[in-house]
T-cell receptor
Framework: EAQVTQNPRYLITVTGKKLTVTCSQNMNHEYMSWYRQDPGLGLRQIYYSMNVEVTDKGDVPEGYKVSRKEKRNFPLILESPSPNQTSLYFC?????????????FGSGTQLSVL | RKEVEQDPGPFNVPEGATVAFNCTYSNSASQSFFWYRQDCRKEPKLLMS???SGNEDGRFTAQLNRASQYISLLIRDSKLSDSATYLC????????????FGGGTRLMVKP
């Protein structure tokens, strides 16, 4: 089944404790992206990647890191999480760079930073 | 001003009703337009793309007005299962090829 797999589904952590949220897609998509969703603000892009070893900042990259060593994986890293990073996170992928292609989302990660 | 604006609702309608949502966008060079559906705390799923000529998919009709920079979604004969949040999404093929999401409009269909 074609899908974007994101883990964990729920995560509670404390301020300053490094964490990684994994994202993997099995559709050979070139484009992958991370979003956070907060009430009233919609989804905002954190980072995106056009292809392996190519990553770039989205609208809200501060406090986050990503890597794209393999085409299928695009982990989101929080080196020193803070409470303002408490949010619902989604990984997404699409076949190529063009915005008119369908975007496939992972099932989301609810992160709480205490 | 937000780049993509939607009325957050909620829109409370009875089963069988027709309901319409509008969405405005600020970037006149935007090139791609979509409606996504999102159930509570779950991932957004593509409902339909929106084309300049307008398009229909069963009970759902989407229209784009480039001159006024808004898109609309019409749902006819509402079902209980249509209850969800509807996200307006606009794309611009610049260097980042980013999509901009509206905050969503919540629809609640009551028996």
């Amino acid at each position: 089944e074609a899908q974007v797999t994101q883990n964990p589904r729920y995560l509670i952590t404390v301020t300053g404790k490094k964490l990684t949220v994994t994202c993997s897609q099995n559709m050979n998509h070139e484009y992958m992206s991370w979003y956070r969703q907060d009430p009233g603000l919609g989804l905002r892009q954190i980072y995106y990647s056009m292809n392996v070893e190519v990553t770039d900042k989205g609208d809200v990259p501060e406090g986050y890191k990503v890597s794209r060593k393999e085409k299928r994986n695009f982990p989101l890293i929080l080196e020193s999480p803070s409470p303002n990073q408490t949010s619902l996170y989604f990984c997404a992928s699409r076949l190529g760079a063009a915005t008119n292609e369908k975007l496939f989302f992972g099932s989301g990660t609810q992160l709480s930073v205490l | 001003r937000k780049e993509v604006e939607q009325d957050p609702g909620p829109f409370n309608v009875p089963e069988g009703a027709t309901v319409a949502f509008n969405c405005t966008y600020s970037n006149s060079a935007s090139q791609s337009f979509f409606w996504y559906r999102q159930d509570c705390r779950k991932e957004p799923k593509l409902l339909m793309s929106v084309y300049s000529s307008g398009n229909e998919d069963g009970r759902f009709t989407a229209q784009l007005n480039r001159a006024s920079q808004y898109i609309s979604l019409l749902i006819r004969d509402s079902k209980l299962s249509d209850s969800a949040t509807y996200l307006c999404v606009v794309g611009f093929n610049n260097a980042g090829n980013m999509l901009t999401f509206g905050g969503g409009t919540r629809l609640m269909v009551k028996p």
